[in-house]
């Protein structure tokens, strides 16, 4: 099995940065792709962005050129750089995997509002 925790939300101005963390524990070695998604009050959770086991990157276009995902270190640990806030990128930031199996696991999710 593999639990997942985020880290890293909070209160930020307009145009600002924050950095996210992922750390993954327990069978890390089934883990096939790792990635954010968001979810704002009443509105559908959306993909932000994956890195692949093999390194490759995607983004969803409106955080294109202002969010970077990159793993720190070991494989079990990813980050999600964000700048250039606006206030529609205010949501609930969950981490998830997809496990060789195909199953799909996530974390509790991490607060970030950006205030105008």
């Known amino acids: 099995q593999v639990q997942l925790v985020e880290s890293g939300g909070g209160l930020v101005q307009v145009g600002g940065s924050l950095r996210l963390s992922c750390v993954a524990s327990?069978?890390?070695?089934?883990?096939?792709?790792m990635g954010w998604h968001r979810q704002a009050p009443g509105k559908q959770r959306e993909l932000v962005g994956i890195?692949?086991?093999?390194?490759?990157?995607m983004y969803v276009d409106s955080v294109k050129g202002r969010f970077t995902i990159s793993r720190d270190g070991a494989n079990n640990r990813i980050l999600l750089q964000m700048g250039s806030l606006k206030p529609e990128d205010t949501a609930v930031y969950y981490c998830?995997?997809?496990?060789?199996?195909?199953?799909?696991?996530w974390g509790r999710g991490t607060q970030v509002t950006v205030s105008s």
């Open positions: 998830n995997t997809r496990l060789r199996s195909g199953d799909n696991v």
């Open positions: 327990g069978s890390i070695s089934n883990i096939v792709a």
């Open positions: 890195i692949t086991s093999s390194g490759q990157k």
